[in-house]
Every structure is written in C-alpha cells, then in structure tokens.
C-alpha cells in the first residue's frame, strides 16, 4: 500500500521563523508532488505542484524541494496567516491521489 | 471567476443513497479532470474519485468502489457523485475539485467549499 508520511504532526514556532515541513513517500515516486493548506473552516489551497512550481499568487517565502521519496515544504519566514495545516499529495499514478496525514503548524 | 459549487448534500440513513452536484463556472469544463475528495470531521483528506475531461478514465478509492458514481455533463457544466449503501463512515465534507490539466496526471488547483454529507440512523 502506498502511504504518504507528514512529519511532525504538529510544529510550534513564531512568526519570522523558518518552517520547515517534510513528507516521506513509502516507494519513490516521479514529479507528482503537491503541497495544500488548509485554513480552518476553509476548503485547501493548492500551494505547490510538481514538487517545487509555486501556484499563482502564492508567496515566495513558499518552496518546495525533495526528490525519490522524501519532499520539503519551506516556509522561510512564518506570517501570521501561515499557520494552518499542510497536506502533501501524490497525483496522478497509482495509487492515485494520494494525501499525507497532515502536519499542523501553530503559533508558538 | 472560476468557481465550483457544491450542492445535495444532507443527513441520510445507513444504507440509503444521496447524489452530490457540483456547478462550474469560470473555465471550460468539458477541458478539465474533476475530482471529488472528502474530509471526514476533524481527519485529513481523502481522495474519493476522479474523472477526466472526456469521461474516458475514472478512478476510485477502495472505500467507495463498487458504491460510488462519478459523472459530469458538459451540456450543464456539473460534476456528479451518486452514493449508493451509505455508511457512517462515509459522514464527510465533501469538496468539488478541479484537475489543473485533461487527464489524471494533473494537481487540484481549484476546490469548492464542500457540501456535508452525515450518514446516521
């Protein structure tokens, strides 16, 4: 079964701080790497796709990295409307449309 | 603006049947993969199933195979859900998504705001 793993759970830090957000695949996969976010009560946000392309309109202190089976997400200094969850995804091959778990990141 | 509007969902009993609907507006439909992903309360996401822009490829999670319908129809730029033999595990947030190309090779870069389904006696 193919598993994605966010780490950690949760991430306490301050704004101005560097976040810093991993996702582990169980077998290597391609380019087909997304990252969301997910304010509360507000449906997810697409931020990254194909591991490190920024969406439109999302800020550069957002980046993606990573390569084979272990991904980055970076955020290189926290706003206040940074904190939220993260989901990473794997699109497209199979198994198809994979989440990750979810990592919270909360002011400290 | 593009934009994707949930509708129909609602408390149903085990056992029985709902069909969600999802409006489009904004883009060229009948151009785009759809895609139906769920968020149970207070869990993660969770792909549902996934069509893509000619309906020639649909896909399914293991949860909802064999129980789950997805449909589109160009002519009302709508994505479809039927739900058949509900269970309380189905009890979501359901949310409409766009595929950002044609095919399944495509992130969601588009989601509506949901539209909640409770499944309980």
């Known amino acids: 079964e193919f598993v994605l793993t966010q780490s950690p759970g949760t991430l306490s830090l301050s704004p101005g701080e560097r976040a810093t957000l991993s996702c582990r695949a169980s077998?290597?996969?391609?380019?087909?790497l997304a990252w969301y976010q997910q304010q509360p009560g507000q449906a997810p946000r697409l931020l990254i796709y194909g591991i490190f392309n920024r969406a439109t309109g999302i800020p550069d202190r957002f980046s993606g990295s990573g390569s084979g089976t272990d991904f980055t997400l970076t955020i290189s200094s926290l706003e206040p409307e940074d904190f939220a969850i993260y989901y990473c995804q794997h699109y497209g091959s199979s198994p198809r449309y994979t989440f990750g778990q979810g990592t919270k990141l909360e002011i400290k | 603006e593009v934009q994707l509007v949930e509708s129909g969902g609602g408390l149903v009993q085990p056992g029985r049947s709902l069909r969600l609907s999802c409006a489009a507006s904004g883009f060229s439909f009948d151009e785009y993969a759809m895609h139906w992903v769920r968020q149970a309360p207070g869990k993660g996401l969770e792909w549902v199933s996934g069509?893509?822009?000619?309906?020639?490829?649909?896909g399914y999670a293991d949860s909802v195979q064999g129980r789950f319908t997805i449909s589109r129809d160009k002519g009302r730029n709508s994505l479809y859900l039927q739900m058949n033999s509900l269970r309380p595990e189905d009890t979501a947030l359901y949310y409409c998504t766009k595929g950002a190309g044609p095919g399944r090779f495509y992130y969601m870069d588009v989601w509506g705001k949901g539209t909640t389904v409770t499944v309980s006696s």
């Open positions: 069509i893509n822009w000619n309906s020639g490829y649909i």
């Open positions: 077998q290597s996969i391609t380019t087909y």
